[in-house]
T-cell receptor, first 115, second 116 residues
Framework: DSGVTQTPKHLITATGQRVTLRCSPR?????VYWYQQSLDQGLQFLIQ???????AKGNILERFSAQQFPDLHSELNLSSLELGDSALYFC??????????????FGPGTRLTVL | AQTVTQSQPEMSVQEAETVTLSCTYD???????LFWYKQPPSRQMILVIR??????QNATENRFSVNFQKAAKSFSLKISDSQLGDAAMYFC?????????????FGRGTSLIVHP
């Protein structure tokens, strides 16, 4: 158990809908990362937050957004869902942004299925 | 941009035997981190081992060890005394020590099958 929690574990929804994925980092971790893992794309970095502020952006679609709250949990919002958004979404946390010794610890993931 | 290549989509090993998973990467930096992550059927991403590029000594964690060849930009994972629980997808990852955000780049993964 990495200490990172994600809810829900599974989510089934329809095209055009909007969903919210939630992540709680390890105790003491200030940085949260979101990744998308699909069969044909591997593990893709989406976005990073540190202590409530966005720090880095990867291959995140405009239909997707995220935020990190004062209690450090983070939410990833996916809207106007398409079939191709079906994937496993991971959250990872680490202690400090900018620390060269930082290591990311992953949550169990949320499996999103868009029908 | 850094790239990470895992050229073996699938590997198999007999229980109790040793297997080596390969990983190569491309970078112009001199100091960085390399990681191996394990993703079992549960889909959880589990950190297996970490190597700092400036350290010449290969990292080890129990039955897991790496062969780090900096000049060749190679970072292979050796699993000794393979167990059924080692069956998983293994991902190699590179992470810079410069630039601020330290987002790792992952390879496409190697699926390890362990035969009883």
């Amino acid at each position: 158990d990495s200490g990172v929690t994600q809810t829900p574990k599974h989510l089934i929804t329809a095209t055009g809908q909007r969903v919210t994925l939630r992540c709680s980092p390890r105790s003491g971790d200030l940085s949260v990362y979101w990744y998308q893992q699909s069969l044909d794309q591997g593990l893709q970095f989406l976005i990073q937050y540190y202590n409530g502020e966005e720090r880095a952006k990867g291959n995140i679609l405009e239909r997707f957004s995220a935020q990190q709250f004062p209690d450090l949990h983070s939410e990833l919002n996916l809207s106007s869902l398409e079939l191709g958004d079906s994937a496993l979404y991971f959250c990872a946390s680490s202690t400090r942004w900018g620390s060269s010794t930082d290591t990311q610890y992953f949550g169990p993931g949320t499996r999103l299925t868009v029908l | 941009a850094q790239t990470v290549t895992q050229s073996q989509p699938e590997m198999s090993v007999q229980e109790a035997e040793t297997v080596t998973l390969s990983c190569t990467y491309d970078t112009s930096e001199s100091d960085y981190y390399l990681f191996w992550y394990k993703q079992p059927p549960s889909r959880q991403m589990i950190l297996v081992i970490r190597q700092e590029a400036y350290k010449q000594q290969n990292a080890t964690e129990n039955r897991f060890s790496v062969n780090f060849q900096k000049a060749a930009k190679s970072f292979s994972l050796k699993i000794s005394d393979s167990q059924l629980g080692d069956a998983a997808m293994y991902f190699c990852a590179y992470r810079s020590k410069s630039g601020g955000s330290y987002i790792p780049t992952f390879g496409r993964g190697t699926s390890l099958i362990v035969h009883p």
